[in-house]
């Protein structure tokens, strides 16, 4: 289905250099913040100890703070609305060796003055399984992207594989930098959606490299950048197709689908629109400042044809006899 028709490629290649000004800002500033804010590391990684509670009515937050400070174990806990009104959780960095098993119970125990409530949630990680998950999460990135890397090589060339990564590590920090921003509590979900990122942005970036490598075979020009040009355009459509369709599929999550998924939600949105962008004005001009030869690629495309031709010929004249 096509949404565009041009009569002639756009000119997208001869904007590159301010495309990669922008990117370079966007990148300079998330690892300024990731580097001194630094990321709101959940309970998963840092350790600690979330309840989650549910009033019959608004809860009355300020009285539920007040009340944690009888028990000297509960100072200092975060206590910020779940969702809604009607629902909070309490964040300590205390774990289960400190609280004790019945954690529910005591704090419904403490809170029983502040309204009718239900402890709904306890989720419980010491701070050596928080150190663990979050070396275990970041040799999964690590690992996905030298995986990415020897997969495109063998697929196209080292090239396309060092601007794909590349790209890669731009969505990645981007959407990195937009979670420390809105302070986005960083937990399993986040990492799941950015390995959902990876992968997203890789698919997105495969396709228009497909495209490229047939316009090099197929478009009679001898520049790169016009190749760019022609073969990002005729992805134009397809690209906007897919983007728009999971942008407001994540969009509808984000939206309504409640406070658990949020923050999940808003690291794939972020992913979304960078990925999208990063596979049309990042990886392809990467690809052209990495000094990629069209005549050296098509002069060894021929000699692979001559090559499986000679084989080809070889075999027939074996099983004729005459070899």
């Known amino acids: ?117 239900e402890v709904r949630r306890v989720d419980m990680i010491g701070a050596k399984v928080g150190s663990e998950l979050r070396t275990k999460g970041l040799m999964a990135m690590i690992i996905a992207i030298i995986g990415i890397l020897i997969y495109i090589s063998f697929r196209f060339e080292w090239r396309f594989a060092v601007a794909s990564v590349l790209a890669l590590v731009h969505d990645v920090t981007i959407a990195m930098g937009m979670i420390v921003l809105f ?18 942005s890789l698919n997105d970036t495969i396709i228009v490299f497909d495209r490229i490598r047939e316009g090099i075979q197929t478009i009679k020009k001898p520049d790169l950048s016009d190749i760019i040009d022609e073969s990002v355009t005729r992805t134009l459509s397809r690209t ?48 052209m400042w990495l000094g990629f030869s069209v005549s050296d690629y098509r002069l060894g495309e021929a000699e692979k044809v001559k090559r499986a031709k000679e084989k080809e010929k070889m075999r027939a004249m074996y099983e004729n006899g005459t070899l």
């Open 1 to 117: 289905m096509e949404i565009f028709k041009y009569k002639k490629p756009l000119s997208l290649m001869q904007k590159s250099k301010r495309f990669g000004v922008l990117s370079i800002v966007l990148l300079t500033l998330s690892l300024g913040l990731i580097f001194t804010k630094g990321f709101n590391l959940g309970v998963d990684f840092a350790g600690g100890t979330l309840i989650q509670v549910k009033y019959e009515g608004k809860a009355p937050i300020e009285n539920i703070r007040e009340a944690l400070t009888v028990d000297k174990t509960y100072e200092g806990a975060s206590v910020t609305f779940f969702g809604s009104d009607e629902e909070v959780v309490i964040r300590t960095k205390m774990s289960s060796s400190v609280l004790g098993e019945d954690v529910g119970k005591t704090v419904a125990l403490l809170l029983k003055d502040t309204g009718t409530l």
């Open 183 to 200: 302070n986005v509590e960083v937990n399993l979900d986040i990492l799941a959606a950015l390995l959902t990122i990876l992968g997203y």
């Open 240 to 287: 906007t197709l897919t983007s728009l369709t999971t942008f407001f599929v994540v969009l509808t999550l984000f939206i309504f689908g409640g406070e658990i998924i949020h923050g999940f939600a808003f690291t794939l949105l972020v992913g979304v629109i960078v990925g999208t962008y990063s596979s049309i004005f990042v990886a392809s001009p990467i690809l």
